[in-house]
């Protein structure tokens, strides 16, 4: 995807009744499955805030163009070139690792706090970044063809993008399970674990507009916003896909309730024996999967249950700035997406055999003088 290219993102105003606008942000890099580049952080961000200081546009509608997605994460690649610069090699841009970290998370963060009525349309594969943009929203949309994961199991890294904080708020231990496991799921599944708002068919996107702009009285924005949603799913009557995570909720705050992590991946590792296709997958991509990032993600949510919001995003921007500086992140990346041979040589082979160390250093920063997003602002009351 081409960082200069300004296609991809477009930002329209659709006007609304009683002289209001919608303001309408289209992630453009259909091919890409919509990856978010830093380019298209730093021109969506403004927006958004621009937006949300209006008082005539009084709701924002995020959504990814093409049918298979809305976002499926970041443009990893290019973070990949930049990690080797940084190392030393090749011609990538040493800097792009960790201004599209910082900036991403400062976008999501934006948000999160929005005072205008938000909708993320999260039609097809909502992975990684594109997570972190539809959790921050207002009315979290979800259709039949959701597909959501935070996969950064297999790449080295942690799940980011504020999941300390979405992570944690899950029915029992799912967060800490599907961030170990990166396992994929559904529209219903998201519901049942508070990752969605309201289930729509995918083809109702159109109406979704046309009901927004046939409201006349905006007095009250987010009553007009949830009244359309609420009519639209009643009148479809479309009902969402079965929940596998709450069929399987017993199963695994059982897999997860144990005293160390090695134990918590024995007890996963042990479903694959299990004659179900969804936790079998689960299994098979936490044992092939980066153990450094199932370290991480335990002390992740472990340490992350009390934080605000303010403070998740800092601490992920320590724990992404360390992950940039440790192997296993470009190592996941290469084996994936570069020479694409599946065969990741991780720093250690098991949880046993890390550090206690190695992971203390992923939660220091390592630069110096004041955090790179300490002027965010506190979150509302």
Known sequence: MADDNADTLLLEEIPLGDGKRLGRATLNAPKALNSLSLDMIRRLTPQLRDWDADPDVVCILLEGAGEKAFCAGGDIVRIYHGMRAMAG?????????????????????????????????GDGIVMGGGMGILQGASYRVVTENTRMAMPEIGIGLFPDVGATWFLNRMPGRTGLFLGLTGAQINAGDALFCNLADRFLPAESGDDLIERLAAAADWTEPHRVVDGVLR????????????????????????????ATLSEIVAAIRALESRDDKWLTRAAKTLDGGCPTTAALVHEQIRRGAHLSLKQCFMRELKMAAQCIRHPDFAEGIRALLIDKDGKPAWRYQSVAEIPEDYIEAHFEAPWDGEHPLADLPAEQP
């Not at 800097?95 to 910082?102: G, Q, S, V």
Request: with cysteine; aromatic share 10%; net charge negative.
């Open 231 to 258: 009519r639209l799913a009643h009148e479809s009557g479309a009902q969402p896909p079965h929940s596998t995570v709450r069929q399987h909720l017993d199963t695994i705050n059982e897999a997860t309730d144990a």
């Open 89 to 121: 090699e090749g011609d990538g841009d040493a800097d792009y690792p960790d201004a599209f970290f910082t900036d991403e998370y400062r976008l999501d963060y934006t948000i999160h706090c929005l005072a205008t009525p938000t909708i993320a349309w």
